[in-house]
């Protein structure tokens, strides 16, 4: 199963799509991207940029590792890169996917703690890092930079809660409604036709961003389908009745 990547687990923190051209992009511009770094005063944001460097990885290779000493703040350049979880018996977690504009908070810490998630290039990708001594050194001149890397962390703890929530709580089938419903949104907001969805993502990355494996992600498919929800062909997900997929991914409507 396979759905178009652009449209996985939006970040409404920035309005960056996917596509757009960020390579010739200087730093501060990228950095204004984030609407938390773009909120501090000038000053404090061309202190940041000025320090960031540059990291490179090709497509299947990783940016960091689970374990490895954590390094900094990261803001993807270009490409796409998830942070995943992965368990003993070999099962993977997708926490989120970074694209351009979009921060990788967990490397930055100020304890000499690691990584505790890996990240990997799922194409080709450039990253800026601003490392966690050049945070804690501009933050003690300049407070207002610590603000905005608490309330950075502390957004992405609250995502990272609303997924455990999410995985712990919620059936499969719940959640892939869920998901559908978001790409619905998605489509919708940038004028395309919601009830379409074209399949190119695979079916693992989907199952592990919803935490199962890729057969259940089938039988939810084949349960939402008999529910009158969806069509499912091949190359194609038809949401037939929006109101029931989003009764099945949220419960029924509770009406006044």
Do not use: W
């Not at 730093?27 to 460097?53: G, Q």
């Not at 090709?58 to 890169?81: D, M, S």
């Not at 490397?107 to 890996?118: P, Q, V």
């Amino acid at each position: 199963m396979t759905y178009r990547s652009t449209h996985l687990h939006p970040e409404p923190e920035n309005a960056t799509l996917p596509g757009m051209a960020l390579l010739q992009r200087s730093a501060s511009d990228l950095l204004k991207d984030v609407s938390i770094l773009a909120a501090l005063p000038a000053s404090e944001l061309k202190a940041l940029a000025d320090a960031t460097e540059t990291r490179k990885c090709v497509r299947g290779t990783p940016l960091f590792t689970e374990g490895q000493e954590a390094e900094g703040l990261y803001i993807v350049r270009t490409g796409e890169v998830k942070l995943t979880k992965n368990g003993k018996d070999g099962r993977e977690q997708i926490l989120y996917l970074a694209r351009p504009g979009k921060v990788i908070v967990e490397g930055m810490r100020f304890d000499g703690g690691k990584y505790g998630a890996s990240a990997l290039a799922m194409r080709a990708a450039t990253a800026l890092l601003i490392r966690n001594e050049v945070i804690a050194t501009l933050g003690e001149r300049k407070p207002a930079i610590l603000r905005a890397m608490v309330d950075l962390r502390a957004h992405r703890e609250d995502r990272v809660l609303a997924l455990v929530s999410d995985l712990s709580l919620r059936t499969v089938p719940a959640r892939l409604a869920s998901f559908l419903c978001t790409l619905v949104a998605s489509r919708v907001a940038r004028g395309e036709d919601g009830r379409l969805l074209v399949r190119d993502l695979t079916t693992e990355t989907v199952a592990g961003r919803l935490g199962t494996v890729r057969e259940e992600i089938s039988r939810g498919l084949a349960f939402l389908e008999r529910e009158g929800a969806l069509k499912v062909t091949p190359d194609l997900i038809e949401v037939c009745d929006l109101a029931r997929l989003e009764a099945l991914a949220f419960g029924p409507r509770i009406k006044n």
